[in-house]
């Protein structure tokens, strides 16, 4: 996994609430546990004039012009605005994987769905969660200016605007620790490998029946 570093995008507003996971990325497209591959179905029912076939990848089908993520420059944003309960409903990973692999970094909202902000960290993704009424200057900006960018520094906990606001965001610790170090479940794990391998050591010596054969 990548470490989060300080970077500049364009934000796309989707001004919806309660996005669940099944809009981000529809049941019919888990078929896979990569990571990879699933940007070209985000948000699939609301980038798309016909229902897509699964089975046929090659499949052409006409964009919704309307939806902001089919329209330029938002088909190369880094940033999502959004609503309150972004990533509600169910617990697919794959809907963190679709942002990413369409190229959101982060979702900037009010509130998140539990599990998809937990699934969001360990892939490496960041969401913001800052208060409604900040949401709502952001979205009176973006809609100001065609291609309104925004800078998110993790570091420093703030997000800047071209227009010269700074949103300050909170994050646990731990958290933001992984991100900038680029450490998932195992990377975490595999930190503490000196440890683990001296517990073993000294357990093997306290209890020597239980590693016979091994």
């Not at 989060?4 to 669940?20: L, Q």
């Not at 699933?38 to 046929?56: H, K, S, T, V």
């Not at 595999?190 to 683990?196: G, R, S, V």
């Amino acid at each position: 996994m990548e470490a989060f570093k300080t970077f500049t995008g364009i934000v796309a507003p989707i001004d919806r609430s309660n996005v669940d996971t099944d809009a981000i990325i529809p049941k019919q497209y888990l078929k896979s546990i990569k990571r990879s591959g699933f940007g070209p179905n985000l948000f699939d029912d609301w980038r798309y004039l016909e229902q897509g076939d699964p089975i046929n990848e090659n499949q052409s089908r006409a964009i919704n012009p309307d939806f902001i993520l089919n329209q330029s420059p938002y088909d190369k944003a880094e940033l999502l605005l959004a609503r309150e309960n972004f990533g509600c409903g169910s617990s697919r990973e794959h809907a963190v994987w679709a942002l990413e692999d369409f190229g959101i970094k982060v979702v900037l909202a009010p509130s998140f769905g539990d599990i998809f902000y937990g699934n969001s960290f360990k892939n490496g993704f960041l969401p913001i969660r800052l208060a409604e009424d900040e949401i709502d200057a952001l979205f009176i900006s973006v809609d100001s200016q065609k291609g309104f960018k925004a800078t998110v520094n993790l570091e420093e906990q703030v997000v800047e605007t071209q227009d010269g606001n700074r949103y300050s965001f909170d994050i646990a610790a731990g958290l933001k620790d992984r991100l900038l170090k680029g450490l998932d479940d195992i990377g975490l794990t595999l930190a503490q490998a000196d440890d683990i391998r001296r517990y073993e050591k000294n357990r093997a010596k306290i209890t020597p029946w239980m590693f016979q054969g091994i």
